[in-house]
C-alpha cells in the first residue's frame, strides 16, 4: 500500500458477529455509498431494507413485512411482502423493477428528489468509498426466501450468521448474557453424575490443557442438540516429569477413554446399549503459556502413544483442535491442518500433529444464545 500509494484496493467480505473489520472498514470510509430506488407505486427514493423502520415517522415502513415475529419459515416464505417507507405494499415483481431504476448515493451527502434529481455533493474526500450491497439486491432472491432464512437462523440460534451472509450487516448481539446462577437453575438435571440420560445417542469429550494440568468434561448428546453434563474432573501433572516425552496428566486421559458411563435405572439407551463409551475427546492443543511455555508437542506426544485406529478415519477418537477466529460464521464449521513444527518456537512436531481449526465465528453466537435461553 505504501509503495503502491495510487492503487486501488478492493476488499469484499460479508461482515462477522460485531466487531467486524470489513464493517470497521465500511463505517470508517470517508464516501459511504448506498443504492436507492423509487418505489413502484408512489415513486419515493429510498433503501431498500430489511428490518422496517422501528421509530420515527417512518415507523412499521421501509421493510419485509407480512408476518408476526414467531412465525415458521413456511409462514414467511408465503406471507412476506415489501412495505416502503410511506406504506405502499409490494409485490416481488415490483421490487425487482425497483431495483433497476436506483442509483448510488453519498450516505449523508446526497439524496434523490421524487423526480431522480440527486440533491447534494459527494464528499470531498473520497480516499476510501465503501458499497452496500445484500441478498435482496439479487435477481433471484425472493422476500418470502428472506423471510424464510431469517426464520430458520432464528430457530438455530444463527442470527450473526444471517445478517453477515444475507443482510450484510454486522451483527451485534443485544442483552446481557445470563449469570451462571440462572443458567444452573434452569438446566440443571435431576440424573445423578456419572449416570447417562436413556435419550442420550452417543458421549464426547473435551479436555483444556494447561501448564501443570488438564481439565476434562464428558456430556451425553441427544435429539435437537439436547447436552447433558455427565461427568468432569482434574488430572495434575507430576512436576518430575519435565523430561519425559509423556507427561503424566495427559496420560490419565487414557483412563477417559477406556471408560463406561451406565444408562440410568438399567434401561437401554436409543441404540440398545445399556453404558457408553467416548464417542469422540477433543483436546486443546494451542496452549501458550508464559514465556516460551508450550504444550503443543506434549499433546502431540501423547497422541502418537495412542492406537493409530484412534487418531485417523472412520474409527477416531481423538482429535487435537484449537480456536480459529478469522474465519467467517459462514465457513465451514472445522478444517484439519498438518503441522510439522511451530511456527512461534521452532519445535518440531515428530511425525507431524492433525489439528483441526475451529470456526469460532459459528459457534460463538449458537453457545451464547443456547446459555441466554
Known sequence: VKAFHASLIWMESSPSESPSRIWQHREAASDQRIWVCPCDECGAYQELRFFPYSSGKHEGCGGVVGYHKDASPEECRRKAKYKCIHGCELTNSQVRRMKTRGMWISRGYQRVEKDGTMVGDRPADRTTVSYHLWAIHSTVTTLGELAAQWALARDAGKLAEFFGNWLGLSFERRGKLASWKSVNKRLSSHYPRKIVPPNVWFLTAGSDVQEDRVYWVVRGWGPWMVSYLIDWGEFLRTPTDGHQPLKSDLLKLNTILGARWSVASGMLSPTGKDSHRIRLLCIDSNYRGKGVVSRVVDVNEWMRSLPER????????????????????????????????????????????????????????????????
Open 310 to 373: 484412534w487418531r485417523t478415519g472412520r474409527t477416531e477418537r481423538v482429535r487435537a483442535i484449537r480456536g480459529d477466529s478469522t474465519k467467517k460464521s459462514g465457513d465451514v464449521r472445522a478444517t484439519p491442518s498438518l503441522l510439522q513444527s511451530s511456527q512461534r518456537t521452532g519445535e518440531v512436531y515428530r511425525g507431524g500433529l492433525i489439528q483441526w481449526q475451529l470456526n469460532v465465528q459459528h459457534y460463538y453466537p449458537v453457545v451464547l444464545g443456547r446459555l441466554k435461553g
